[in-house]
């Protein structure tokens, strides 16, 4: 994966130069360790400072919405499904695109490595299968599988499901994998004990709204969190209004979601909020039969009336 | 909901046209009877602050 970086400069220089597109979305090296940046390429100098590693996890289709110009975009899996979904819902035209496919073997969770460094890491130096975090006077070496995000490990669509460039050959996808395994155990719970479960999983919620805005799913003009007249849900931090905002949320991810993890990745108390979207998830795809951002031209199972959809709730 | 914790029952849907005023009367009188079973929905309600 680290070989990509040339490849990327490479490609986003050919297709500014060529006026193919007005600017490039990628990553930029962040100011400390493992906190890549989106980076908004349009000049040749900048195309220098794009990289790619292992901590490219934010989600890039959150940076097209509403966008006019002509954009070239890197794309791994995920970020591909939420630009299929973003066409879908009129967020971006296809024609203004050119999408760089980026074959993704998962991204590291930086809580992961920080959890157990016994100082602040200040600097990460990878390799192909390893990554070695070294503070003041500490080193340590990991292996990139025992350290990836959640959602990265159960990660079925590592290609890009569209694109116009690829910077490398298609990756092997994983086989095989339990994606619903968290989900089952809640669903074992007695009523009580999710309440309680929940209860614990957003207590340290601080109501930053951070999940929200990394998410590329969340667009509107202005969120129902925001709105005062009607005010839709208490502001406070009472669990109430905590599990109301998050609750509705993930209702708003409904058949959209693509468990790309920018929510979980972007909240600074480590909140695993992808528990809530993860039990939509898996409903749209056993009732509906539905994976998210796999086709442009197939309408989302939550816009479209079938008649065989399953209807058992109403009395 | 439920999975979120909400007890099964507690949320129910029904399709009832304007014409069917027997049907409403008869789900209004089941819901009420199972939500009265349940008894008082306490998960969303907000505590006053304590104050020492």
């Known amino acids: 994966m680290l070989s990509y970086t040339e490849k990327i400069r490479e490609i986003a220089g050919r297709l500014l130069q060529s006026g193919a597109v007005e600017m490039v979305i990628g990553f930029r ?6 906190m890549n940046e989106p980076h908004f390429a349009k000049t040749p100098a900048d195309v220098q400072k794009l990289v790619w590693d292992s901590h490219c996890g934010i989600n890039l289709a959150n940076y097209l919405t509403d966008r006019k110009e002509k954009i070239g975009v890197l794309a791994k899996g995920c970020d591909s499904r939420n630009i299929v979904t973003h066409i879908i819902e009129n967020k971006i035209k296809r024609e203004q695109l050119v999408i760089i496919g980026v074959p993704c073997k998962g991204m590291v969770d930086k809580r992961k490595i920080a959890m157990k460094a016994e100082t602040e890491i200040t600097e990460v130096i990878e390799a192909e299968t390893t990554i070695t975090a070294k503070g003041h006077g500490f080193s340590k070496t990991f292996e990139k599988k025992d350290v990836l995000q959640h959602n990265c490990s159960l990660c079925i669509h590592r290609n ?9 050959p298609p990756v092997v996808e994983q086989q095989g994998v339990d994606r619903y395994a968290d989900v089952r155990s809640i669903a074992a719970m007695t009523p009580e004990q999710r309440w309680k479960y929940f209860e614990d999983l957003l207590a340290p919620c601080i109501r930053c709204y951070a999940c929200r805005n990394a998410c590329p799913l969340c667009y509107c003009p202005t969120c129902f969190v925001d709105e005062s007249r ?3 849900v208490g502001k406070s931090l009472d669990p109430s209004d905590v599990r109301t905002f998050h609750f509705l949320r993930a209702y708003h991810c409904a058949g959209r979601c693509t468990d790309c993890g920018a929510c979980e990745r972007a909240c600074p108390v480590g909140i695993n909020m992808r528990t809530f979207t993860k039990k939509l998830e898996q409903d749209c795809l056993d009732l509906f039969g539905w994976e998210v951002g796999l086709d442009p031209e197939v309408r989302p199972p939550l816009d479209v009336y079938r008649p065989q959809d399953p209807n058992d709730f109403i009395k | 909901m439920e999975h979120m914790g909400i007890e099964p029952g507690r949320l129910q849907f029904s399709w009832i046209s304007s014409a069917e005023s027997t049907k409403f009367v008869e789900v209004v009188t089941q819901v009420t009877a199972a939500i009265k079973a ?7 309600a907000k505590k006053m602050a304590e104050v020492a």
């Open chain 2, 38 to 44: 349940l008894g008082p929905n306490s998960n969303f």
């Open chain 1, 160 to 168: 890009p499901v569209i694109h116009d460039e690829m910077v490398a």
């Open chain 1, 230 to 232: 009607p005010q839709w």
């Open chain 1, 29 to 34: 090296a962040g100011t400390v360790p493992m």
